[in-house]
């Protein structure tokens, strides 16, 4: 036998190559190994960034009388979430189901016919805080499996089938209105953290898709409530320590309800979505503390994430080495006065401390501080505050750096190239929009095949060998209309189109309008996995609902509008009911409610000032879900500029919604006020 990992592309089930575990990647050939030998299956999820992942490797899956346990009496299968977020979700709904919790690592044990008896997370060594230890709970399981193996099948059976009771009872219903978006608002101002910004308690996950809500539902409405909450969330988090004041980027989540302490790890979709949400508050409000984020987080994305082949890696760790040679969740980041004092000498160092809100007593662990950039009476020197946050950033850069995973995942890529397009073109950064065009690129050419089927992840510029799910043919679309708005190139809009097809012949229940996770020809699990909530990024059925409505309004097309509004009814059950976890959904209904509006930039030339200056101020229109076409009028590079002619030769701008339009406009004050919500 022989740990089978070597070869696989994710960096995290690399990281367990050398483990004395006789791994498999999930494969038939390893559940066949398991009926053949008639031991059970030990499933471990993970991936590559999670903390308690490389604690329980190192305490466990590196101890050789463990490893050998676990190679006599199972076959021992390791996943990347990551990489197959299909597998991940149904055997974490039957943990959620069994134990009412989950999180990763994920434990489950598995009958040879991969129907699951027996769950758990993170295990210790040795039994603690009325936790059994790994290696009792291996002895537990290989009892049960030799003794009362009839009693495991029945168990196995039942979890199966409950299961699938839980299929989502969807009759496609009605398009959310009026009522169900002001139940959801209430529901979200219930639960605002009024003092600190955020919603709920600890631990406190940045809200993006639930502040992209907020910001359409204030453009539509002028609800100074709904920009008041998420504007004081963006201003807290920012000022927060989840927030890299020298590097910028945000953290996972805040450990505390204050936005202080992060989780450490940075991920892409967090950044991606992050980046996003402060542009649009900037385009909403003018706001210098969103204008600056929004291009600190960018120009985190393109520093620190970018691949040599031109995508964006998953994420950074949490850990990394510390003075001492340990490694250590937040080495990289925290500071202490007196290391504060060798890099800036005693004055700037005062300064470095009041400005950032590092004490003696620290607000991490070890008298460490974790930087904020808390509330300050009087005026800071400019100059000397830039010049203070470079040298800490220098210094910082020698310390050993976390880790990084660099695999390329589809469905985040997507949501990278929108927030980066969009960046881009708000604040004259044509570079930033040359990162989008990298990645969308890479992704053309790398992650989808001739039959326009996508792949989920590529490492190294090798493609993975795990189908895409919904919410990569979803945000990779999502990121390709949004460079087709800022762009003016049709190319785009057509790879949107192929991806689209897609979602409506291989993801899409014909009969009710239902969203399936995973294609209709997909690898058969216990169950076909199907969830309409927006959790850590949009679901792939409330992605797949925003860009089947934006294709619709770039097209024409009735066929996708039709899908997207039955796609929507899911937010008319859901969004009174859990409004936080469905924020996206909410945020392409406000897109429904307002048509969405379709905007048409034609000049005599792509490059003609004035063509420019429209082109810029539909951008920045603040309708939710608005569309923009620029080009010629004798272009056929979208279908928005058929038929649309120049008035009195000069750039010209039309405005529809809803099968109807305004009046052609040359002045571009004129057409904000038609696109300012």
Same mark, same amino acid.
């Given at each position: 036998?022989?740990?089978?990992?070597?070869?696989?592309?994710?960096?995290?089930?690399?990281?367990?190559?050398?483990?004395?575990?006789?791994?498999?990647?999930?494969?038939?050939?390893?559940?066949?190994?398991?009926?053949?030998?008639?031991?059970?299956?030990?499933?471990?999820?993970?991936?590559?960034?999670?903390?308690?992942?490389? &604690?329980?490797?190192?305490?466990?899956?590196?101890?050789?009388?463990?490893?050998?346990?676990?190679?006599?009496?199972?076959?021992?299968?390791?996943?990347?979430?990551?990489?197959?977020?299909?597998?991940?979700?149904?055997?974490?709904?039957?943990?959620?189901?069994?134990?009412?919790?989950?999180?990763?690592?994920?434990? /489950? =044990?598995?009958?040879?016919?991969? $129907?699951?008896?027996?769950?758990?997370?993170?295990?210790?060594?040795?039994?603690?805080?009325?936790?059994?230890? =790994?290696?009792?709970?291996?002895?537990?399981?290989?009892?049960?499996?030799?003794?009362?193996?009839?009693?495991?099948?029945?168990?196995?059976?039942?979890?199966?089938?409950?299961?699938?009771?839980?299929?989502?009872?969807?009759?496609?219903?009605?398009?959310?209105? +009026?009522?169900?978006?002001?139940?959801?608002?209430?529901?979200?101002?219930?639960?605002?953290?009024?003092?600190?910004?955020?919603?709920?308690?600890?631990?406190?996950?940045?809200?993006?898709?639930?502040? +992209?809500?907020?910001?359409?539902?204030?453009?539509?409405?002028?609800?100074?409530?709904?920009?008041?909450?998420?504007?004081?969330?963006? $201003?807290?988090?920012?000022?927060?320590?989840?927030?890299?004041?020298?590097?910028?980027?945000?953290?996972?989540?805040?450990?505390?309800? %204050?936005?202080?302490?992060?989780?450490? *790890?940075?991920?892409?979709?967090?950044?991606?979505?992050?980046?996003? /949400?402060?542009?649009?508050?900037?385009?909403?409000?003018?706001?210098?503390?969103?204008?600056?984020?929004?291009?600190?987080?960018?120009?985190?994305?393109?520093?620190?994430?970018?691949?040599?082949?031109?995508?964006?890696?998953?994420?950074?760790?949490?850990?990394? *080495? %510390?003075? !001492?040679?340990?490694?250590? *969740?937040?080495?990289?980041?925290?500071?202490?006065?007196?290391?504060?004092?060798? /890099?800036?000498?005693?004055?700037? !160092?005062?300064?470095?401390?009041?400005?950032?809100?590092?004490?003696?007593?620290?607000?991490?662990?070890?008298?460490?501080?974790?930087?904020?950039?808390?509330?300050?009476?009087?005026?800071?020197?400019?100059?000397?505050?830039?010049?203070?946050?470079?040298?800490?950033?220098?210094?910082?850069?020698?310390?050993?750096?976390?880790?990084?995973?660099?695999?390329?995942?589809?469905?985040?890529?997507?949501?990278?190239?929108?927030?980066?397009?969009?960046?881009?073109?708000?604040?004259?950064?044509?570079?930033? &929009?040359?990162?989008?065009?990298?990645?969308?690129?890479?992704?053309?050419?790398?992650?989808?095949?001739?039959?326009?089927?996508?792949?989920?992840?590529?490492?190294?510029?090798?493609?993975?060998?795990?189908?895409?799910?919904? $919410?990569?043919?979803?945000? /990779?679309?999502?990121?390709?209309?949004?460079?087709?708005?800022?762009?003016?190139?049709?190319?785009?809009?057509?790879?949107?189109?192929?991806?689209?097809?897609? &979602?409506?012949?291989?993801?899409?229940?014909?009969?009710?309008?239902?969203?399936?996770?995973?294609?209709?020809?997909?690898?058969?699990?216990?169950?076909?996995?199907?969830?309409?909530? %927006?959790?850590?990024?949009?679901?792939?059925?409330?992605?797949?609902?925003?860009?089947?409505?934006?294709?619709?309004?770039?097209?024409?097309? !009735?066929?996708?509008?039709?899908?997207?509004?039955?796609?929507?009814?899911? &937010?008319?059950?859901?969004?009174?009911?859990?409004?936080?976890?469905?924020?996206?959904?909410?945020?392409?209904?406000?897109?429904?409610?307002?048509?969405?509006? *379709?905007?048409?930039?034609?000049?005599?030339?792509?490059?003609?000032?004035?063509?420019?200056?429209?082109?810029?101020?539909?951008?920045?229109?603040?309708?939710?879900?608005?569309?923009?076409?620029?080009?010629?009028?004798?272009?056929?590079?979208?279908?928005?500029?058929?038929?649309?002619?120049?008035?009195?030769?000069?750039?010209?701008?039309?405005?529809?919604?809803?099968?109807?339009? %305004? !009046?052609?406009?040359?002045?571009?004050?004129?057409?904000?006020?038609?696109?300012?919500?």
């Amino acid at each position: 036998m022989a740990n089978r990992l070597a070869h696989e592309t994710s960096p995290y089930l690399l990281q367990h190559a050398d483990n004395p575990v006789d791994w498999w990647p999930w494969s038939e050939e390893a559940f066949a190994e398991a009926r053949q030998r008639g031991v059970p299956v030990h499933l471990s999820v993970g991936y590559s960034s999670c903390h308690w992942c490389h &604690v329980l490797a190192a305490e466990s899956f590196e101890d050789e009388a463990v490893a050998a346990f676990m190679n006599d009496h199972f076959i021992n299968i390791k996943v990347d979430r990551e990489e197959r977020p299909d597998v991940d979700a149904v055997y974490m709904e039957a943990v959620q189901a069994a134990t009412g919790q989950g999180g990763w690592p994920m434990t /489950v =044990f598995l009958t040879p016919d991969a $129907e699951p008896f027996y769950f758990g997370t993170y295990f210790p060594p040795a039994p603690r805080h009325g936790m059994p230890s =790994f290696r009792q709970v291996l002895e537990g399981v290989r009892a049960a499996w030799a003794d009362r193996r009839d009693e495991v099948a029945e168990v196995a059976g039942k979890i199966v089938r409950d299961l699938a009771e839980r299929e989502l009872k969807y009759g496609a219903m009605d398009v959310p209105g +009026e009522e169900e978006i002001a139940q959801a608002l209430l529901g979200l101002t219930r639960e605002y953290d009024a003092s600190r910004g955020g919603f709920g308690g600890a631990p406190k996950f940045p809200p993006s898709m639930v502040i +992209e809500f907020l910001l359409r539902h204030h453009a539509r409405t002028g609800s100074e409530g709904a920009l008041q909450m998420a504007q004081d969330t963006c $201003e807290r988090m920012a000022r927060g320590g989840i927030y890299d004041q020298l590097g910028g980027g945000f953290a996972r989540y805040s450990v505390d309800r %204050d936005w202080v302490v992060p989780h450490f *790890e940075k991920m892409l979709y967090d950044n991606a979505l992050l980046c996003r /949400v402060y542009a649009h508050l900037w385009r909403a409000t003018g706001s210098e503390l969103a204008r600056r984020v929004a291009l600190e987080t960018a120009d985190f994305m393109v520093r620190e994430l970018r691949t040599n082949e031109g995508g964006f890696a998953s994420a950074l760790d949490a850990d990394s *080495e %510390d003075g !001492a040679g340990k490694h250590v *969740e937040g080495a990289y980041y925290v500071w202490t006065p007196q290391q504060l004092t060798e /890099v800036l000498g005693d004055d700037d !160092a005062q300064l470095a401390a009041h400005y950032f809100g590092v004490t003696d007593e620290g607000t991490f662990e070890h008298g460490q501080s974790v930087l904020q950039l808390p509330q300050h009476e009087g005026v800071f020197d400019a100059d000397r505050v830039e010049s203070i946050r470079r040298r800490l950033l220098d210094a910082r850069s020698t310390r050993p750096a976390p880790g990084r995973d660099d695999k390329v995942v589809a469905a985040w890529n997507g949501l990278a190239v929108a927030a980066l397009a969009e960046t881009g073109a708000y604040f004259g950064r044509p570079d930033l &929009v040359e990162a989008a065009l990298a990645a969308a690129d890479l992704l053309v050419r790398l992650h989808l095949d001739d039959h326009a089927r996508l792949s989920r992840t590529s490492k190294d510029g090798q493609v993975g060998g795990n189908a895409g799910v919904l $919410e990569d043919y979803a945000d /990779v679309a999502e990121g390709f209309l949004a460079l087709a708005s800022v762009t003016g190139e049709g190319v785009w809009l057509e790879f949107a189109g192929f991806l689209l097809d897609h &979602v409506l012949t291989s993801f899409t229940d014909e009969e009710s309008g239902a969203l399936y996770d995973t294609a209709v020809d997909a690898e058969q699990l216990i169950r076909r996995p199907q969830d309409p909530t %927006d959790n850590a990024t949009p679901s792939g059925w409330s992605a797949a609902a925003g860009a089947l409505l934006g294709y619709a309004a770039h097209t024409g097309s !009735a066929r996708h509008r039709t899908a997207a509004e039955r796609a929507l009814g899911v &937010v008319k059950a859901l969004g009174p009911r859990a409004p936080r976890f469905i924020g996206w959904g909410l945020a392409t209904a406000e897109a429904l409610l307002d048509g969405p509006r *379709e905007v048409a930039v034609v000049g005599p030339a792509v490059g003609h000032p004035g063509t420019k200056a429209l082109h810029r101020t539909a951008l920045l229109g603040t309708a939710p879900g608005a569309v923009v076409a620029v080009g010629t009028p004798d272009s056929d590079e979208l279908p928005l500029l058929a038929d649309r002619p120049l008035v009195g030769g000069e750039p010209t701008a039309y405005v529809c919604r809803n099968f109807t339009c %305004d !009046a052609p406009t040359t002045d571009a004050d004129r057409l904000r006020a038609a696109l300012s919500g």
